[in-house]
């Protein structure tokens, strides 16, 4: 077992704001001396997304935490998710029946324990407890906060004063939240810089029913692929962790060269030595398409077997490597916004690539034509081509879309 | 049973306000055809003071209302009372046992029951149906109100914007209160102006749950004698409902004359056209103390026997009214603040009333000395005497302390 010493450095990397080191010293210090393993905790929604990097960052820490010999306790709301929006009003916040919870509970393991270790990991569903508190019970609860204090979230506080009504049942989502970090008796909550409010409750919780407080460790938000945005499926800038190792593979090349670090920290379990390394090679002027190879490797390792990485990592190079797409690859002008594949045909048998719009359709049936590195058939002819795509025709010959 | 537009008459005598008065009607319409009784809610809370002319003026109305044939239901707050204040910094707040809270509810009842009709009242405990709900029935009844609506209240207003705390289960208070009128299915609630609040939250819930809305009947605020402040047992100014006749008669006759008719209509059965015959008589310019004379006798006789209210009277008379006490009487003046009955005896040797203090000592023990009207016993020799206090010694001779 790593000294807390060590274990300090390993959890804090990356970490936005841990409330606060301190104790967390003193919590490793604890568990090292007898042997007991810390309790992190992570709540997760039960609305069951795709996961994605982004997500996976505290996913990740979690992992490195179990390494470091510590037990995590995933939480399912599914008390939250079961009484919905009772008003009705919010089409969000849906009551879920108790097999539609269950259901996305199992998709959602599924996808975390590509990340999380399983030995280690315990997953329970906040109804055990939740549903069994009586109206005075609630009062106890709820007089553990004040209506300022609630006020003073960011998004309640927006809403009251723009005069979006807040249902009073609303107050207790945060009242619930911190309810667990109680009966689970949690050591370290991880959650995003969102969760801030709703994690330091569960501290104040706690000490106002005479426990140990528990570390709350804030993971910043991953950016994406774009280098601006927040990572999201709706935007298109993600890497989802079921994504194949090709796809994967290939994402991870496109990351923005200033935010190689940001992903070694947070989409990687690195040791911080290593990224210093890094970080060192980075200044000394390395080539950053190396470094950044070296990280799809890892990351694409993280969630493909040794085998599927290498794989990825000969198509890479064979699809887009210099080595195989020659720098000054002729240009192929497309007129209209909507022109699709087959409307390259004539340009490509005045480039003298084919000979005929039949010749086309056999090489794709051939799994000769790769758009932007990926085998097209047939039933791709008329999806629509965008500026900047690759086409490549048999073995050698390129051509870049110009719209 | 009278007609349901006499019944409005006498319901809606000396309410402040009725919400509404139209929707009233049609309960009272529809409870005179199928000869139902309305049920009528007023709700208590447990902390058991002794009740006064100012309490009662809800418990009259009341009164008035199952003298029409309709049924009371009163509702003791335990369950609110059991809960007090969990965070334990309000001293009035105080969590009470659930022995404390039937003790005190059975002193109440003991004194409503000197107004209210025993065989049209059922008494109810409200922890009945809230202690039976759980964290989403608590959800569900949480969700019916905003944030914003409940800081609508007078008090919580004032105290967000002070930055006085407000816990989250207060919030709560006047939601169980609106959790009864559904669970009892009240028609009508009762309250002074001080509950409107609570009372309209009541309709709100009804309607969101599907219920008909109660009526909200809000009575005034009954000034003391003082005649300015609000009726208190901490500021003197009150007539308690279990005081003996005599006191409460003297009470009465020291109303203000321009609250003869408030009294009449917040402290008495009275039929609407008897008072409007007072109001004429008053406009005739009859004398006041013989109109006093009648309210008096009417309010006592509310509370007492008719033989203790004749005693009452026949007391006044011979204590108070100008025929025994004499319009010109002597002054005594004493000194000091802190002089007491005692020290009155060297100035009524002086009057002559008195040969000496053991006869003075005599006199009190043949209950032949009086202090405003009410006999003294030797106990007494030292309390302190207060200016305009008046001595009466033997049957004719008074006299009327200066400081």
């Known amino acids: 077992m790593l000294t807390p010493n060590e274990q300090m450095r390993i959890i804090c990397k990356g970490v936005r704001q841990c409330v606060n080191e301190k104790e967390l010293l003193v919590k490793l210090e604890k568990s090292y001396k007898q042997e007991e393993p810390l309790i992190i905790k992570l709540g997760l929604d039960p609305s069951a997304p795709d996961i994605h990097l982004g997500h996976a960052v505290v996913l990740r820490k979690i992992r490195q935490m179990q390494e470091l010999g510590h037990q995590a306790v995933i939480i399912i709301g599914d008390f939250t998710g079961k009484i919905g929006d009772p008003t009705g009003k919010s089409k969000g916040r849906v009551a879920l029946s108790d097999e539609k919870v269950k259901e ?3 998709t959602y393991c599924e996808q975390i324990f590509k990340i999380l270790d399983k030995e280690r990991t315990m997953v329970r569903f906040n109804s055990e407890w939740l549903s069994k508190l009586n109206f005075e019970d ?11 204090r609630m006020l003073e979230r ?7 004063k723009n005069g979006v009504p807040i249902g009073i049942h609303e107050f207790f989502y945060p009242l619930m ?12 909550e991880l959650g995003g810089t969102d969760q801030t409010f709703n994690i ?9 029913m005479g426990y140990d407080q528990q570390i709350a460790l804030f ?27 090709e796809i994967m593979f290939k994402k991870v090349m496109e990351v923005p060269d200033d935010l190689i670090i940001r992903y070694y920290e947070l989409a990687t379990d690195e040791h911080p030595d290593v990224i210093d390394r890094v970080k060192e090679e980075l200044s000394n002027g390395a080539n950053l398409r190396d470094i950044k190879f070296q990280l799809a490797k890892i990351i694409t390792g993280l969630y493909h077997e040794e085998e599927e990485v290498q794989n990825a990592v000969s198509y890479y190079d064979m699809a887009f490597s210099k080595k195989t797409i020659p720098d000054d690859i002729p240009i192929l002008l497309l007129d209209l ?5 087959k409307d390259t045909i004539p340009g490509l048998i005045e480039l003298g690539y084919i000979k005929s719009k039949s010749e086309f359709i056999r090489l794709i049936r051939q799994s000769g034509i790769q758009i932007n590195g990926e085998k097209m058939n047939e039933e791709e002819m008329n999806s629509v081509l965008f500026n900047g795509d690759v086409i490549k025709i048999g073995k050698k010959r390129f051509v870049k879309i110009n719209k």
Chains 1, 2 share one sequence.
């Open 200 to 208: 330091l409750m569960g501290r104040t919780l706690q000490k106002s």
């Open 104 to 106: 996305n509970a199992l």
């Open 154 to 160: 960011d998004d309640f506080q927006k809403r009251y």
């Open 177 to 188: 939240q911190a309810y667990d970090s109680v009966e689970i008796k949690a050591d370290i």
């Open 337 to 341: 916004e909507k022109d699709t594949v």
């Open 219 to 245: 993971m910043p938000i991953l950016e994406g692929l774009d280098g601006v945005a927040k990572m999201s499926k709706s935007l298109g800038n993600y890497i989802g962790v079921s994504e194949p190792a």
């Open 138 to 148: 609630v009062m106890r609860l709820a007089a553990t906060s004040t209506v300022s």
